[in-house]
């Protein structure tokens, strides 16, 4: 069952670095992918945002009603307060988290299990990449991990020339940091098929 959780995929544009480690560099890498995470410093979750209460925020769900059997006027109408609360969030995060995030977000298709995305270099099968990614959660997860290159394969012809589409495995990450993207998962899953099913209710 973890192993299926692990490969349900969604797509995402996600803040991400990435460089290739040698062996002489591997253990200490891991060491650092695996350590246990601190605990976040007293009050930090319920730390007041311009107004906002961060753990007020984290604790609501924010899901809404199916709607498949929603009106479709209604349907529209949830999606958008949906999105205005996505953006309101992402910049609560930019706005109170200014380290989080630096680098420009890019397209990926990620899972527990690992990631693919198109890069400007040719990496090859085997190696390992150092991997920090950024979720959009409250508070944003910095994850950081090891992954193994497991295909390369030249960008499709749309998109830019000399660009690689590569598919990396996590090989070394923290049990609480997988976890973190499954959940990061499922739940972008459930706006992606729920903003799918607007659509089509409106046409």
Not at 30 to 54: I, K, W
Not at 91 to 116: A, C, H, K, M, Y
Not at 164 to 174: G, V
Request: glycine share 4%; charged share 30%; hydrophobic share 40%.
């Amino acid at each position: 069952m973890q192993e299926k959780r692990e490969f349900v995929r969604v797509e995402a544009y996600l803040p991400i670095k990435y460089r290739v480690i040698d062996e002489g560099e591997y253990e200490t890498a891991r060491q650092e992918c695996l350590v246990t995470r601190p605990e976040p410093p007293e009050g930090l979750a319920s730390a007041p945002l311009n107004g906002f209460d961060l753990e007020e925020l984290t604790r609501q769900d924010w899901s809404l009603p199916n709607t498949e059997s929603m009106d479709p006027l209604m349907a529209r109408a949830l999606n958008s307060i949906d999105r205005k609360l996505n953006l309101l969030l992402r910049l609560l995060i930019e706005t109170n988290f200014p380290d989080v995030g630096q680098e420009p977000p890019v397209g990926v298709n990620l899972s527990g299990g690992g990631l693919r995305m198109v890069i400007p270099e040719q990496l090859v099968t085997g190696q390992k990449v150092l991997v920090e990614l950024t979720l959009p959660t409250m508070p944003p997860a910095a994850i950081t991990s090891i992954a193994a290159v497991v295909r390369v394969v030249p960008a499709p012809a749309q998109e830019e020339a000399n660009r690689y589409e590569t598919a990396l495995k996590f090989i070394d990450i923290h049990e609480d940091d997988r976890e973190k993207i499954i959940r990061y998962v499922f739940k972008r899953q459930r706006h992606q098929i729920r903003n799918r099913a607007a659509q089509e209710s409106a046409v």
